[in-house]
């Protein structure tokens, strides 16, 4: 049994899918003006586990996650570069992509840019206007709030709380302060034709209508960081409720941020780590495991110190998955498959529950990442034991293998050539022969060749 902390309901809940044996995602992605820092790509990683682990459980899953490729950031970004709005989404769009491939993300099942969606947009506004949820002044298109009883309902705030403390840029063309656009008259930047009048739309229109779209009602899980919960994630279920009567998803889940020596990181302010680069540095693996040693819903505090340590704890895992890969490789007892969740031996599957009760307890990576060393002591205890069976380590092997597929951490080994096998158990032969002058012959010829073991 699966168990989500909803932030729609504010509790821990056993996973029900709307159909069985499939999970419907969603997950807002990033408005492509610049490059991703590592906060934006918490998300990216923590979300691209969950979809993993659902998949490792035999669910079919579609995962969608979003382009925002227009927006003020855009135009912006293109006249201070002297370019098209298009040239700026499209350059960010590869760069972004490349991250993801990088972070070695699987790929989404579909990426929705805004401008693809542009038709669709300008009719799910025109329902709302003929709902009477939006109203049109001077070309510009407004959602009335007050038309929602349960506005504000994710992020727990009323209307009357949003009124006194919120700070919100006032407009005379609203009737109230807190009534957020759906379509902006504009002048400046690129824009569509619409009922009325050429314009472009708001920021949190596009995600409900992509939903719409691709999966033609609600959806299982809908996804993105802590921020967005107010505005945008209650701006969209604001819209659904208008025209669909209903708040798009069964469970939405929210990943914490991640701060810079403790102050919370800006594009705009300048204070940030760009994530290609540090990805560049530390390498998938570690990053990954940075990422996921802190539960997803707790603030990660970046520093240098927790860098380090996924340096050492990757180093760790990764010589017991070479040891044993190799191993089995020089015996011919390799068993090559991406993921595995039953085993014959009782001691292997107590380790694989332990990992799957712990990701199935709101998806608590850390409590897996235990479960995984576990595992690796286990290891490095039995491939130095001569009658350790062969079929308990190709068990533990998978069972490794398995649960680093599901945290999206691969280990990169390069498979012997035949000659590199042959040297591998003339190696071992002599050794067992006590033959130490040929080993040692045989240990520099192993150390020339690069061969790791």
């Known amino acids: 049994m699966i168990k989500i902390y909803n932030s729609l309901t504010n509790k821990v809940e056993e996973f029900k899918p709307i159909k069985e044996n499939e999970v419907s995602m969603y997950v807002c992605g990033p408005t492509v003006y610049n490059r991703l820092h590592i906060g934006n790509s918490r998300p990216v990683i923590f979300f691209d586990v969950v979809a993993r682990f659902f998949k490792f459980l035999g669910y079919k899953v ?24 298009v040239e700026v989404a499209e350059k960010y769009i590869k760069v972004i992509l490349e991250l993801y491939k990088n972070l070695n993300c699987l790929p989404h099942d579909y990426n929705p840019r805004v401008t693809e969606n542009m038709e669709e947009i300008i009719a799910f506004i025109e329902q709302m206007v003929e709902n009477g949820g939006a109203y049109v002044v001077d070309g510009d298109v407004y959602f009335d709030v007050c038309k929602i009883q349960e506005y504000g309902i994710l992020s727990g705030q009323s209307i009357d709380n ?52 691709i999966f033609q009602g609600m959806i299982d899980i809908h996804g993105g960081g802590f921020d967005l919960k107010f505005p945008h994630h209650d701006n969209e279920i604001a819209q659904s409720l208008c025209v669909s009567n209903h708040k798009i998803a069964n ?39 940075m990422m996921l040693n802190v539960p997803y ?9 927790l860098a380090e340590q996924s340096k050492t704890d990757y180093e760790k895992i990764r010589k017991t998955y070479v040891s044993l890969y190799r191993k089995l490789e020089i015996d011919d007892n390799l068993i090559m498959k991406d993921y595995c969740l039953n085993y014959k031996n009782d001691e292997v599957n107590g380790l694989v529950n332990e990992f799957v009760e712990s990701m199935s307890c709101d998806f608590n990576t850390p409590n897996a990442i ?48 035949l000659n590199d096998i042959i040297l591998v158990k003339s190696w071992n032969e002599a050794k067992k022969a006590k033959d130490f002058a040929k080993a040692d012959l045989l240990r520099q010829q192993i150390i020339e060749r690069n061969i790791e073991l």
């Open 251 to 289: 469970y939405w889940m929210h990943n914490g941020r991640v701060d810079l020596a403790g102050t919370k990181m800006s594009k705009s302010l300048g204070n940030v780590i760009w994530a290609d680069e540090l990805v560049s540095e530390l390498g998938s693996q570690v990053y990954r495991l």
């Open 162 to 213: 949003l009124l006194n403390g919120v700070r919100i840029e006032n407009s005379d063309k609203k009737r109230n302060p807190i009534d957020f656009t759906l379509w902006k008259k504009t002048d400046v930047g690129v824009k569509w034709p619409s009922p009325w009048g050429d314009g472009r739309p708001g920021w949190h229109t596009e995600c409900v209508v992509m939903i719409n779209n």
């Open 370 to 417: 235990t479960a995984i060393f576990k595992t690796t002591k286990m290891i490095n205890t039995l491939i130095r034991n001569s009658n350790t069976p062969v079929s308990l380590l190709q068990e533990l092997f998978l069972a490794l293998k398995s649960m680093l597929w599901v945290l999206g951490i691969d280990v990169d080994i390069k498979p012997l050539s």
């Open 297 to 305: 819903r707790q603030l990660i505090n970046y520093q240098e110190s």
């Open 62 to 85: 579609t995962y969608v996650s979003n382009f925002t490729d227009i927006d003020d950031k855009i135009i912006k970004k293109a006249i201070e570069t002297n370019t098209t709005e």
